[in-house]
């Protein structure tokens, strides 16, 4: 096996050879969330002041690593049997979407060496929170919820739709009885609607609520309407996810079915019956 | 294919003969959702201000579209079979609650031309979110919805009373414990409702809150029975629509059963079992 | 039909003849929410002040009203069957449970003539609510969840135990980690406790909350395992009502595989196969 | 039987001869119940001060109940089949994980009658709530909720995931957008942070929320999201729950089919069929 054989291996998931992640690539994935980490740690004055050589070598380290590592998975891009081999194949791989958000998430961090705190380059920094998209590549688990959510995406639209039409309702009723004594809060249907999101998640930040009797009655209703809010898309979800379960003991009981039904016909042949 | 022919087909959501919405009817919709969106924005004196012109001719525009579009369904309802044709199908159509809804939410965009920022009129121009509700007439997703919610409604009611009975029994005990220490939050029933509700639905705004120890084991007490709140609704509805797409996929079953022994059945004559 | 009978058919809810709630009852049920709520608005000065007469009016109204429905019960019960007939029934009527608590609740209506807005007097005012518990009568659903929640009462038991647990751990972590930085709300753990119920049951009155980075750190595990403390008791009664609509889905299938089965049977006989 | 046989079965939950727990087992459970609440009250001054003498001998009784219990489960341990007998059985116990457990709680308590109210002490006080998890040993359906946790632990770790990718996104936009508007809240994103955690859990603490409009806009998608994020995990556990119940029933279904194709196959014999 050469070297590039041995690298396509351990950095290509696809081709690790046995069950689950390769320690090349846990390591990698480690090293993401730490850059992550540290990202955002970084933007934090408190915990920077009198550690900035400590992060500055932290970025160095990061933007070494993320180098090599992006290197390494443009050169093994030719052993990969999808994208043909040769110089063709690291083109193939380095115009695909993993490939290019990781030269974008990498780009930042050489960007950070030369600029100044700008609000622009903050909006840079942040694209590194898309490597951990990458850790999603090693989860089948996200796969199976993607497929619930996806498979139920008019019923959780249509309830998205309720909840829309209860925010509508609830923060022009609220205008219209509240307006005029807490203009702040209420004096129009867009600030209504602040206390109107907070009540109906049920978060109620407490910033904004109703004084009149009337409002606090209509707040109360439509508090007890984000518990429905909460319970529509659940019971979808739930629904959702039994069925996937269901499915597949089907199919597993469908698939013990067959192979009972094979041995049976074997077992009358040979005078007795297999036990199961 | 006359011109009537043609918009009938375009704007009678039923008698579109691709499958989804036409695109005239697509465009309506945004209209619709473009005016709500600029009523609720209009009561926003700081979105307002500087743009009186903008706002002015908005509305003129929404008249005007929503006109054409009133006169041109009125039109095309002599073509629907239903409404059997003429005038009479006209007629017919005008006094069906879509018809009247659509008129109303009109009528309401011509009065604020003449009218000033009076309390009645802010009335008026809530109906235009009932406007929304064609857009339901494109969604077989909330009827799924409502059919789940209309075959638990006892259920639901139920899980309501019972929300009831603790709201009245959390805010009699915390009225009793905590009434003469915190009179303006709980020195009455009704008081004390404000706060027990916003507990029991774990909306929280932090207006009112106990004080005494024994009022705070109360409080503890009334939010952890908010949580059974909360779950009885989910439980409830997930039910109904794991009940709901297991009953599609029992249908779907036998379809596909009947549709296999038919294919035995020919089979057998020709002598093969074709596979599924 | 003696006026005897007709009472007992009137009043005794398993004795009406036709489906659903008589008309007297629906009636004394209507009395019976307007008392709760009458007894409710007579704690809130602000609404008694200056209608003192209307609210004595109201006070005597109702037990009139349920002092002659009390009579009317113990006079019909001789009609039941269950009772054996006669005073005896009466008697027996009169010592079962729901006769005794209408019995309280009256007096309590009686009482209120004579006393003064003593605190012991609220008390038994507030008996009144369990009037509402003969609403229960009425509902069957209500029974459904109190199955679905009697059937998971250990598991529901045990997810409670998991909920004290959690309390325990987050409230002792936070009373050492806040303690001595604000002792008036984590300055012993009964006061965390405070603290922690009021996140993990998501409610956050935003009364008290930690100030330092490992608090609120640890604040936010305390939080998202408030989620999860929801999410617990919600899918166990999900799946229990889950449970019970399948299992009356296959009590309905059984039913009708057996008519059909018995169909069958007649129909070998009579030389052709009724259809489904 | 002897003294030690008799202890065995009252003091060991397996040698139990009858159903349930032992009566002696149950006053050890209550005891561990009021030990850990009165460990919990010492931390509150208002309730220690005036009754030290009563706390201190609660201390003395307690340290001496739990001593006798240890010792006692300890000389017992002979009796245990699994240990084999004699001093060697009480050894295995003794460096058994429970027993230590019971130690490490026993000895925190007699640490207590030597020390000040140092931190160090407080949380090996903490140790005595682990007490509770011998409670645990009591209940089966806390291994049912456990189990089905542990089905479902990559969905509920991949749902985990998904809210760990949301805190990210919406404290950084939130940093963006609010950090120069609120720099004490928003500054950073570990500030946002906390923030975000109360919002996307919907338990709004209410000390920090954005102010300017775009920031509010935010908040409120978050706040919608944080519904997401509570559908999720209780879809997941209200499938792993109804699974649960179902494999069960399907578990019963399958002995009552055996044990009646068993009596068909008797009945067959004795020219009757049998009646289920």
């Given amino acids: 096996m ?10 290509h998931t696809a081709a690790w050879h046995k069950t689950g992640v390769s320690p090349v690539n846990r390591i990698i994935a480690l090293l993401i ?14 915990v920077v002041s009198g550690h900035e050589r400590l992060f500055r070598w932290l970025e160095v380290f990061f933007a070494t690593a993320f ?10 891009a030719a052993e990969n049997p999808e994208f043909g081999g040769g110089w063709r194949a690291r083109l193939r791989y380095a115009v695909s979407l993993p490939a290019i958000i ?9 960007l950070t060496f030369f600029g100044s705190e700008g609000a622009f380059l903050r909006l840079f ?33 249509a309830s998205l739709t309720i909840a829309g ?14 307006g005029s004594v807490q203009p702040d809060s209420f004096g129009s249907i867009p600030r209504a609607m602040w206390w109107s999101i907070a009540t109906l998640t049920t978060v109620g930040y407490g910033d904004a609520f109703p004084v009149t009797p009337f409002g606090k009655v209509l707040a109360g209703i439509t508090a007890i309407t984000g518990i429905g809010l909460i319970a529509m898309p659940t019971g979808i979800l739930a629904a959702a996810f039994s069925d ?10 469908d698939r013990r079915e067959k192979t009972r039904e094979k041995r049976t016909a074997i077992g009358e042949d040979e005078g007795h019956q297999p036990e199961d």
């Fill in 2 to 11: 050469t070297w590039r054989q041995w690298a396509y291996r351990n950095l």
């Fill in 33 to 46: 969330v730490a850059a992550v980490a540290v990202a955002i740690l970084e933007t934090e004055p408190t």
């Fill in 67 to 76: 180098s090599i590592e992006y290197a390494a998975r443009v050169w093994i």
């Fill in 102 to 110: 990781d030269l974008i998430a990498l780009s930042t961090l050489f």
């Fill in 125 to 157: 920094r942040l694209v590194r929170i898309f490597l951990l998209a990458r850790l999603g590549r090693y989860s089948s688990a996200l796969k199976a919820i993607g497929h619930a959510l996806n498979s139920r995406r008019y019923e959780l639209g």
């Fill in 165 to 178: 039409m209860l925010l509508l309702i609830s923060s022009s009723l609220l205008f219209m009885v509240e």
């Fill in 244 to 253: 996937a379960i269901q499915r597949q003991r089907e199919a597993n009981e």
